[in-house]
C-alpha cells in the first residue's frame, strides 16, 4: 500500500504528494510529513484529500480509505 495527499482548492486539485510503497506487508507504517505552500489568504479554501491505495503491477491501483481534511 501507499498514500497519496493532494492539495485541493474548492474542487480543484493543485498539487500531490505520495509516500513510497510498502511491498509485502498488511500493517504498514507511513512515518511521513509533507509540506505545500499556501498563501495565507487562501487557507480557508484549502483542503487535504488523503488516499490509501493498495498497490497492483497488473491493472489499477484500488482505494483502501479516504479522509477530506477541510
Do not use: H
Amino acid at each position: 500500500p501507499y498514500v497519496k495527499v493532494w492539495l485541493q482548492f474548492g474542487e480543484k486539485r493543485i498539487e500531490k504528494r505520495k509516500t513510497p510503497i510498502f511491498n509485502c506487508t498488511l500493517n504498514p507504517v507511513f512515518n511521513e510529513s509533507f509540506s505545500f505552500n499556501v498563501p495565507w489568504e487562501k487557507i480557508r479554501e484549502c483542503s487535504l484529500d488523503v488516499m490509501v491505495m493498495d498497490f497492483d503491477n497488473i491493472g489499477r491501483n484500488e482505494l483502501i480509505g479516504r479522509i477530506l481534511l477541510a
